[in-house]
């Protein structure tokens, strides 16, 4: 351990000596934040798989500019912390060349990466309008006696001194404050609390005049940050040689600083020339300066209908009350073809509109979800039966939006056909106890709700199997003894779901816990809940979406043993969704960590050690409630 201490050591004096890196505090804060927020990873999902089915589509061509209203709150403790609006200006159009693909250092791409170079189609401006509709520059400022911030999102809490955010459905909101520690920004991903969304950017690593010094004077610090924001992750995948979830970027095996020579080659598989040139890179300024057609697509996807999409129908860059004139306010609002989960909404036409923004709630829920449309009707489904809804709608000209129109309500039917006795059981501690060999019906009616139930198995019948059927819409389950996960069933669009736990050696307690995919739900149509279990091994049906995640209690297997390039592992995440894999000499000394995160897709990893010397090692998986350790040997 003596020399692990060492290495840490000099590695802090070596980091300590190098200040003028690019340092960005996203992933920390994303790793923070996921502890924080237990229901962050599974909106993450969701997003990556809406990412996904936004990559396959048919979109190109479809796609528009977004213009994205900005609002910079400068909190400052000196003079120079409180930025001038000279500068902020410069950081708008930064992003608004480098997000076009407009910015003039582009000449500088190599001939080969060039056809990847993208347009993002995304534009920025400061707000016009504050989220009451009053005028605003697009800027707030607030004396704070306080010399740094850090990256603990203070900043963005009025009750830590900081100031809350603006709604970030509507606007995109950057702090700019003395963070300090040597980190240069740091951005919240799609998927995380709103409030707290939106990117810290350094006083001094701000735009192109004022308080910037080379080499991060030239806002390029702020559109890094951003592409975080729109999804975007680190170009090396924060790992050695791993994905940043883009197909067009070469494999980075690590993080470059400064200003590489090109070409410059990756350690990785193949060794391609790293893209040291796009902005999701740690160079310097003036050395960044591309995103690529994938990285582009990953962004769209969150503004063309994904976590993001409702700023595309923000109000905030024009300037309050419709000043135009030539577009008025919509009337004849109104709700037709009601029903438990959808009604159709319709208004009459506006002269001169470009199209519209409708807007809608449940009244008993303070946040507007905002659709932008070129019709005059438009067709809400999912909602809750039984629900009172409001409706108001305003047109959207050139230059100028109109007011939005006086609130229109509706109310769903009842229509629902089952009745569910198990609720309240949403979280694990409320679990429902449920017997065994008996059909249950239940039911998912709000895009938050989840189902846990619970049952006990006997010493005569250890094996266990669940079956959900008659799915109303993409349920899903995982199967848990005691605090450990042992099955997922995660089918897409089918409508039954399967878990089975064999070979267990104990009797426990069993928690079965249902849930919508994506806030799937259905507020009129029960599910169909099935608990067997058996003194034989039950068989699976073969389907190969089924998998027994974890036959075995706290399975912590490497294979081949020994390796020479690659060794495959395979660890037990339990009801952990992170846990971190690190190598060992037979030392101590620290050869390789990388944190891993889990799901039913990716409990199996791939470690390259083909750079690692002859020798045994000692692998160590640990999460918040394991702490297990595998001997390996490494021969060539
Ligand atoms: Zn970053």
Redesign the pocket.
């Known amino acids: 351990m003596k020399n692990y201490i060492l290495i840490l050591l000099s590695f802090l004096l070596f980091a300590g000596s190098v200040n003028a890196q690019r340092n ?1 505090g ?2 920390e804060v994303l790793d923070r934040q996921l502890k924080e927020d237990p229901g962050m990873f599974e909106r993450m999902q969701n997003i990556e798989k809406q990412t996904q089915a936004y990559e396959k589509s048919s979109h190109l061509g479809q796609r528009s500019v977004v213009v994205i209203p900005v609002v910079v709150h400068v909190v400052y403790q000196t003079s120079a912390q409180n930025i001038s609006e000279a500068q902020i200006n410069s950081q708008i159009t930064v992003l608004n060349a480098d997000f076009r693909a407009l910015n003039g250092d582009l000449s500088g791409v190599p001939a080969e990466f060039q056809p990847l170079i993208a347009d993002s189609e995304v534009e920025f401006c400061l707000a016009k309008q504050d989220p009451n509709g009053l005028a605003t520059t697009g800027i707030n400022r607030k004396y704070v006696n306080k010399s740094s911030w850090g990256t603990n999102d203070d900043v963005k809490k009025l009750s830590k001194g900081g100031i809350n955010p603006w709604d970030p459905t509507k606007y995109l909101n950057i702090w700019v404050c003395n963070i300090g520690g040597g980190i240069l920004g740091y ?1 919240q991903f799609p998927g995380g609390s709103s409030a707290t969304d939106g990117v810290v950017i350094g006083y001094n690593y701000f735009g192109t005049t004022g308080a910037v010094s080379p080499p991060f004077d030239k806002g390029r610090t702020a559109t ?2 951003i592409g ?1 924001w729109l999804n975007l992750r ?1 170009i090396w995948g924060d790992t050695n040689c791993g994905s940043d979830l883009v197909n067009d970027t070469p494999t980075h095996n690590a993080a470059n600083y400064g200003c590489p020579a090109f070409p410059h080659y990756s350690t990785c598989s193949g060794t391609p020339k790293e893209l040291t040139m796009d902005y ?1 890179d740690y160079t310097d300024d003036a050395c960044m300066f591309m995103f690529t057609q994938g990285q582009k697509t990953r962004m769209r996807a969150v503004l063309d209908g994904g976590s993001r999409g409702s700023l595309a129908g923000s109000p905030g860059c024009d300037a309050p009350g419709g000043g135009g004139g030539s577009c008025g306010t919509p009337t004849g609002l109104g709700a037709s073809n009601i029903t438990a989960t959808s009604a159709t909404v319709s208004w009459s036409a506006v002269s001169g509109a470009s199209s519209y923004n409708l807007q809608y709630k449940a009244n008993a829920n303070g946040s507007w979800t905002t659709i932008n449309t070129t019709s005059t009707s438009y067709g809400l489904t999912g909602l809750t039966a039984s629900t009172t809804y409001n409706t108001q709608v305003q047109a959207v000209c050139s230059g100028n939006s109109s007011a939005y129109s006086s609130q229109v309500n509706f109310t769903t039917l009842s229509g629902s056909n089952c009745t569910d006795v198990y609720e309240s059981n949403n979280t694990k501690a409320t679990a429902k106890t449920i017997p065994v060999d008996v059909n249950l019906k239940a039911l998912i009616s709000t895009t938050t709700d989840v189902d846990w139930f619970k049952f006990n198995t006997t010493s005569a019948k250890k094996n266990v199997k669940v079956n959900m059927t008659t799915l109303p819409a993409d349920y899903d389950m995982k199967l848990y003894k005691n605090n450990t996960l042992v099955a997922v069933s995660e089918n897409d669009g089918t409508n039954d779901e399967q878990c089975i736990s064999n070979n267990n050696s104990s009797t426990g307690t069993f928690y079965v816990y249902v849930y919508g995919w994506n806030g799937a739900k259905d507020a009129s149509n029960c599910y169909n809940l099935l608990v067997t279990l058996s003194a034989s091994n039950f068989r699976t049906d073969g389907s190969e979406d089924f998998e027994s995640l974890n036959p075995v209690e706290n399975e912590f297997l490497a294979w081949p043993n020994p390796a020479q390039n690659e060794i495959n592992i395979k660890v037990p995440f339990e009801n952990q969704i992170t846990g971190d894999i690190t190598i060992f000499d037979v030392t101590g000394k620290m050869i390789y960590t990388q944190k891993l995160t889990g799901s039913k897709q990716s409990s199996n990893f791939k470690i390259d050690v083909s750079n690692f010397e002859n020798g045994l090692y000692f692998m160590n998986w640990k999460t918040n409630t394991s702490n297990l350790v595998q001997r390996v040997i490494v021969t060539k």
């Open positions: 960005c996203s992933m951005a890094h940050e975080h680190h999701m």
